[in-house]
């Protein structure tokens, strides 16, 4: 798996290098760039996709049903984790329907935008997606709880509570818009990184500028913290960056690394203040034309490849940090705890999510 994610990451560099002079458009939101993930490659990983392919086999005894083709947007481009994530989602559909559900993966948002990917899922028109919960939030309120400030302690409770009782509560929300939700993804861990001032503690954020996503949390959570939120596309923070517009932004490594944000923002503080998931999606009428069967297949096929995209996210993050500090960037280690009290009265905003919140915390 090192070695796949090594691949995918080399691959990053060379197009990000290609891509950042002169302040050239970047690569979208948490993108990595064009490579293609490696089939496992532990003798353990081997044995247990071979027994995954016998089950498959299995399918193709059983009486799944009509044949059916739908279509999966993305907004990634090919070699992103999140991007391969969807493309094995979409072969192990097929496998363990025995070749009756057959997804067709569109990346590089060459159906649509995340946000109208949602619309039109909602709407039946398109078959399924991959979108960030944050996306999610201005449609269906509740998925804004998953971009509370520091409401997960560590990626393992994270996904204890995403695939625990606080997931299903908010996932089930869906069916009262038309869709089905299949399993979460990751997204990667947010951190600040600055141009000229480094960030070790709270009081070095006042008065910055900082680019955020046009979430509600997002810009209630900079000014908790004493700085100045500045919503901006993601295509146009390099050039923010690069011209003073902004003082900062804030991203996971992946992203940090792969936009080349960090050739011009050398000082990247390990806050960890947001992880916001990735969700799969599908439309209540892909939903209803499968059979019973289709339907185990394709949820089967979803946790597996949740499985494997959790982890090698990971692993990219890891790689992607890697080569920032390579390259000369400045890795900063920060008092968590202190930036958690500054942002505690963003919780008071947003009583809507308590309930939420204490089956996150709860889930240790």
């Avoid at 009509?66 to 984790?81: I, M, S, T, Y």
């Avoid at 025995?98 to 949602?118: F, H, K």
Wanted: one cysteine or more.
């Amino acid at each position: 798996m090192k070695k796949a994610i090594s691949v995918i990451l080399s691959c990053a560099m060379v197009m990000s290098m290609t891509a950042c002079g002169g302040g050239a458009a970047k690569p979208a939101e948490t993108a990595a760039t064009t490579a293609q993930a490696a089939a496992p490659e532990t003798s353990g990983e081997k044995e247990e996709a071979a027994s995954e392919k016998e089950e498959g086999s299995e399918a193709a005894g059983q009486d799944m049903g009509k044949e059916l083709h739908f279509k999966l947007a993305e907004n990634q481009p090919d070699g992103n984790p999140v991007t391969e994530g969807m493309k094995m989602f979409a072969e192990l559909a097929k496998e363990y329907t025995g070749g009756t559900v057959n997804i067709d993966v569109y990346p590089n948002a060459a159906l649509c935008d995340e946000a109208s990917s949602i619309d039109q899922v909602q709407m039946g028109t398109l078959d399924f997606s991959r979108v960030n919960t944050n996306t999610m939030a201005p449609v269906i309120d509740i998925f804004g709880v998953f971009a509370m400030p520091y409401l997960f302690s560590s990626t393992e409770q994270k996904y204890k509570a995403l695939d625990g009782e606080a997931g299903e509560a908010v996932l089930s929300t869906l069916s009262d818009y038309n869709m089905v939700g299949l399993d979460y993804y990751e997204a990667g861990s947010r951190c600040f990184y600055t141009v000229s001032k480094p960030v070790r503690s709270v009081a070095d954020l006042k008065g910055m500028k900082f680019r955020v996503q046009p979430t509600e949390v997002a810009i209630s959570m900079v000014q908790a913290l004493g700085a100045e939120a500045t919503p901006m596309e993601y295509g146009e923070v390099f050039q923010g960056l690069q011209t003073g517009i902004v003082d900062g932004a804030e991203n996971d490594f992946v992203s940090y690394f792969t936009s080349g944000h960090y050739e011009v923002a050398k000082y990247y503080s390990l806050d960890g203040h947001m992880a916001p998931p990735a969700l799969l999606i599908c439309s209540q009428a892909a939903w209803d034309k499968m059979s019973e069967p289709q339907r185990e297949g394709v949820i089967k096929a979803s946790k597996e490849a949740a499985k494997w995209q959790r982890q090698a996210m990971q692993d990219f993050q890891e790689e992607s940090r890697a080569k920032c500090e390579e390259a000369g960037c400045e890795i900063i280690e920060v008092d968590v705890k202190e930036f958690q009290d500054a942002v505690a009265s963003v919780y008071d905003e947003y009583p809507q999510y308590k309930e939420v919140v204490d089956m996150v915390r709860a889930a240790q």
